[in-house]
């Protein structure tokens, strides 16, 4: 992508030089050749020519500007830029939006062109939705490239600071994953081109929060994907199940790993080694897998409404608070309690923590700038 926009930015400069000349041709010609009258003491030529030239490349310059920046968000589309909705590089993307933020600002995730999922903006919170209501939201490649995509967008735009993940339709969240992609993979390709790898890299990159809206079925890969999420907030309708041994495999995507740590060992089994049992809405909830059950119609409205308040927050704490949730299943107490610790205090260097306790002191509200 960078040799591309070289290639532009030098053929678009020799076309403002080539457009200069010509207009300095063009004035000689007139003055020395068409209309002589006009200089009879021969004292105009080369101002003329100079202004000529000027003003060639000065308009040549104002055209090629928005040549080039159309030009460039072809070439995202057309090389499959890293940033482009079928990028299969989640690290390659977010490079890319710290060293070429101008690459990455050509499309933001609400104006992407997406096929199987929509997006949009509520006030400072991104929304995604799955998109393939004719299967049930089953999960696939392609989608998740394209999930990926957005979210990165969404983690890097300084306006965001919460995502809603939910499915179109009130059916389902996600059933499953697309069984007809995947029944012919074998175990060498799965294993040397790490298939999953690409459904769960982004999601466990994510600074920012997301919650899940769950609407009907959250089956297999839509059970895993909602479990990647840090909220799950359930519609009364809302079923949960790893039904992946009745295929002849096993969940793959975390099933077996945070279905135990969201609702213990014993219930994880029994979903996981039968893949008949589910847990409804209330179910889950009494397990610890959801933490809110709201009615369907109301459901993802009621989810954006707790993104935004938590977007409202200073940025840097609540993903520092994520960070050391998140890191409350991978340590021990004693080194959790040390690594939250650190965060706190770290924290005390932000000009956040400064304008929240000095709001706090003055009974006002603080204006957090997230910084």
Avoid at 20 to 48: D, E, F, L, M
Avoid at 124 to 145: I, M, Q, S, W
Avoid at 232 to 238: C, M, Q, S, V
């Amino acid at each position: 992508m960078v040799a591309n926009d070289c290639l532009v930015d030098s053929v678009l400069f020799c076309g403002g030089l080539l457009c200069g000349t010509a207009c300095a041709v063009a004035g000689y010609v007139y003055v020395a050749v068409i209309n002589p009258a006009y200089n009879v003491h021969g004292s105009y030529t080369t101002p003329i020519v100079i202004m000529a030239f000027v003003m060639g490349v000065f308009i040549s310059g104002m055209a090629t500007t928005v040549i080039s920046a159309g030009t460039k968000a072809m070439l995202v589309c057309i090389t499959r830029d890293p940033y482009h909705s079928y990028c299969a590089d989640p690290q390659l993307a977010k490079d890319l939006a710290q060293t070429r933020p101008e690459v990455f600002s050509i499309m933001s995730a609400a104006s992407a062109e997406y096929t199987l999922i929509k997006t949009r903006i509520e006030g400072n919170v991104g929304v995604v939705e799955l998109h393939r209501p004719k299967a049930l939201n089953a999960l696939c490649t392609d989608l998740f490239r394209e999930l990926n995509d957005a979210l990165a967008r969404f983690d890097q735009d300084k306006n965001i600071g919460a995502v809603v993940l939910t499915g179109s339709g009130t059916r389902a969240f996600a059933a499953g994953a697309d069984i007809k992609e995947m029944k012919d993979k074998d175990f060498v390709t799965n294993y040397t081109k790490g298939f999953l790898n690409l459904w769960t890299e982004q999601i466990d990159r994510m600074r920012k929060p997301i919650i899940a809206a769950v609407n009907g079925y959250a089956l297999g890969g839509g059970c895993e994907l909602a479990m990647m999420c840090d909220i799950i907030y359930a519609g009364e309708k809302a079923v949960f199940g790893q039904p992946e041994i009745n295929l002849g495999i096993i969940p793959g995507a975390g099933g077996t790993q945070r279905l135990v740590h969201a609702i213990g060992k014993a219930k994880a089994m029994e979903m996981v080694l039968t893949g008949n049992a589910k847990l409804t809405a209330k179910e889950a909830e009494a397990a610890g897998l959801v933490a809110r059950i709201f009615p369907i119609e109301s459901l993802v409205e009621e989810a954006i409404k707790i993104a935004q308040e938590i977007a409202s927050k200073s940025q840097p704490s609540v993903q520092m608070a994520k960070e050391a949730v998140n890191a409350a299943f991978e340590m021990p107490l004693s080194s959790g309690l040390r690594f939250e610790r650190r965060l706190f205090q770290a924290l005390f260097a932000t000009k956040d923590q400064k304008e929240g306790m000095a709001a706090f002191a003055e009974k006002r509200k603080p204006n957090f700038t997230h910084e």
